[in-house]
């Protein structure tokens, strides 16, 4: 399986918790690790509010997911939140991945 990574904080304050980007990408890349899954892309995004789609990093792996020779099969995040803060938005770019054809799973 090819899995995309995709890590998120808003502030520096979830910086510095457990949300932080090494923390969000050590559990996502252990989970792939045990599920013997091939991480070919880390999305990364820093000081960005998911309450809207308005995110570089967010918008570029959707636009390669939408791809017909996409470069991942999943998207991997540690919260759902992570991709949206909003539950409408949410439903809508997991049923666009859906649809493309890439999974979207949270390690928690």
């Not at 969000?24 to 309450?51: F, H, M, P, R």
């Not at 939408?66 to 919260?79: A, I, Y």
Request: charged share 30%; aromatic share 8%.
């Amino acid at each position: 399986m090819k899995v995309a990574i995709y890590v998120r904080v808003f502030s520096d304050r979830q910086a510095e918790k457990e949300l932080s980007i090494p923390a969000q990408d050590k559990t996502i890349q252990q989970y792939c690790l045990n599920k013997g899954w091939s991480i070919v892309n880390e999305y990364i995004e820093k000081g960005k509010s998911a309450k809207t789609d308005d995110r570089p990093v967010f918008k570029k792996m959707i636009a390669l997911a939408k791809r017909s020779n996409r470069p991942f099969d999943v998207v991997v995040v540690h919260e759902f939140d992570r991709c949206s803060r909003k539950s409408d938005d949410h439903v809508i770019y997991k049923a666009l991945l859906n649809q493309c054809g890439v999974k979207v799973i949270s390690v928690t």
